[in-house]
């Protein structure tokens, strides 16, 4: 998969070259309302059980996002295993178990605002073709509550010994595309849908002025 999508990633970057970036669409009011996110959603409920959440700093404390306070930073040799490709992604936020993942990746992918629900459907194209999907549910664009535009790819794959639920989330930052995921297992997708939403939700531009420490995951490059 990874060899596919950098393959996508090379030919969007030639069919792009030509045009200017254009990174205005609701993004530049990201910042001014940064301050109105983090107030959000400070626990979840997961069954009968209440979830903190706490604020984390990621790709070079550009951005934050609202994950479960449990969550750690996957140790490198589980990341190795889990992810071997050398395209792992920077981040990789585990639950306690490891059966919960959120990462987040930077692409070499320049693109504008306006061609990222194109993108979406093109990165959804190679994933359908390579991935040994068991329940497609479709792409979605949102403009989250922080005012970013996301692209959103939902499907159910077969993995080593159970099915996995992921969550794709593709946004544009600075001209540049990135990457989130959310995955579980199929059979906790319910349990754990509340997660992928505040994912999405929480996901803002941190305004420049700000000095919050970053956290670089250990697949970073």
């Given amino acids: 998969m990874d060899e596919h999508i ?24 990201v910042p001014n309302q940064a301050n109105s996110v983090a107030e959000k959603d400070t626990v979840l409920r997961i069954g009968d059980e209440l979830i903190p959440l706490e604020w984390r700093a990621i790709l070079d404390g550009q951005m934050e996002v609202s994950v479960p306070k449990s969550f750690s930073l996957m140790p490198l040799e589980q990341a190795k295993f889990k992810y071997p490709s050398q395209h792992r992604p920077e981040v990789i936020y585990t639950s306690l178990d490891g059966t919960v993942n959120i990462t987040f990746n930077r692409t070499e992918t320049f693109l504008a605002v306006d061609e990222l629900s194109e993108f979406v459907e093109q990165m959804a194209d190679v994933l359908r073709s390579v991935q040994p999907i068991r329940n497609w549910m479709g792409t979605e664009m949102i403009v989250n509550r922080s005012g ?10 077969a993995g080593v010994d159970t099915n996995l639920y992921n969550e794709m989330l593709l946004f544009v930052y600075e001209g540049q595309v990135a990457m989130g995921t959310f995955n579980c297992m199929e059979s906790d997708r319910e349990e754990w849908l509340s997660v992928a939403e505040n994912t999405v939700q929480s996901l803002h531009i941190v305004p420049f002025s700000s000095d919050s420490p970053f956290e670089k995951g250990v697949g970073s490059r």
Avoid: E, M, W, Y
């Avoid at 970013?148 to 794959?157: D, E, K, M, Q, T």
């Fill in 6 to 29: 950098l393959s996508l990633k090379h030919k969007l970057n030639h069919d792009v070259a030509s045009n200017s970036v254009n990174t205005n669409l609701s993004q530049t009011a």
């Fill in 148 to 157: 970013l535009p996301i692209g959103l790819i939902r499907f159910v794959a």
